[in-house]
């Protein structure tokens, strides 16, 4: 079936550090991407998503690329504030068979920034 | 206007009782998904309404788990006979029709559920 693997937490970094959370995925189809935030006492917010390989989604300085070969859609900025402190999730939704409103997520990557 | 709400917030039970968790989505929003999140877990998938049917209850662990959404709007979600592993946070989250790459799932904050 369908899977996520983000690495694991906490991330620990001073502000203006620069931020990599790797995710990689196992999907059968061909799925759509995304990144979810979860702040400290807030629900799940889509962040950002990529519908197609090699696509760059981008939101708040975040980016993330498509990447079919490597099946990978790492998290980056390039300078992190502390109001950047969350949990970080990667989240895969397959079209293989009609289940695209359905999303799989990884565990969740817990990222604390310093002033 | 207003996100997706989720009462109670936190809900602590015994083993064996029964328990309804609610779920109000965003106004005309006719899509709306039930998800679970065990402690150290991401978010799991239970159930989909698209409507007030549900289209894809698959991920619903067991028969003690049930949910309902009969007016397309609110949704319930129910267990009988809690287990001590129904612990988790139930998240609710609507978005305007169903297909996730175009169309945003908003999450609501969550309700933690405690099974003694």
């Known amino acids: 079936g369908d899977s996520v693997t983000q690495m694991e937490g906490p991330v620990t970094l001073s502000e203006e550090a620069f931020l990599t959370i790797n995710c990689t995925y196992t999907?059968?189809?061909?799925?759509?991407l995304f990144w979810y935030v979860q702040y400290p006492g807030e629900g799940l917010q889509l962040l950002l998503k990529?519908?197609?390989?090699?696509d760059k989604g981008s939101n708040k300085g975040f980016e993330a690329t498509y990447r079919k070969e490597t099946t990978s859609f790492h998290l980056e900025k390039g300078s992190v504030q502390v109001s950047d402190s969350a949990v970080y999730f990667c989240?895969?939704?397959?079209?293989?068979?009609?289940?695209?409103?359905?999303?799989?997520f990884g565990k969740g990557t817990l990222l604390t920034v310093n002033p | 206007g207003a996100g997706v709400s989720q009462t109670p917030s936190n809900k602590v039970t015994e083993k064996g009782k029964y328990v309804e968790l609610r779920c109000d989505p965003i106004?005309?929003?006719?899509?709306l998904y039930w998800y679970r999140q065990s402690l150290g877990q991401g978010p799991e998938f239970l159930i989909y309404?698209?409507?007030?049917?549900?289209?894809?209850d698959s991920g619903l662990p067991n028969d003690r788990f049930f949910a309902v959404r009969p007016e397309g709007s609110v949704s319930t979600l129910k267990i009988q006979r809690t287990e001590r592993g129904d612990s988790a946070v139930y998240l609710c989250?609507?978005?305007?029709?169903?297909?996730?790459?175009?169309?945003?799932?908003?999450f609501g904050p969550g309700t933690r559920l405690t099974v003694l």
């Open positions: 989250a609507s978005s305007r029709r169903g297909q996730v790459d175009t169309d945003t799932q908003y």
């Open positions: 999907a059968t189809g061909y799925p759509s």
């Open positions: 990529a519908t197609k390989a090699d």
């Open positions: 989240a895969l939704s397959d079209w293989r068979g009609g289940s695209n409103y359905k999303l799989t």
């Open positions: 106004s005309g929003h006719t899509a």
């Open positions: 309404f698209q409507g007030t049917g549900a289209a894809d």
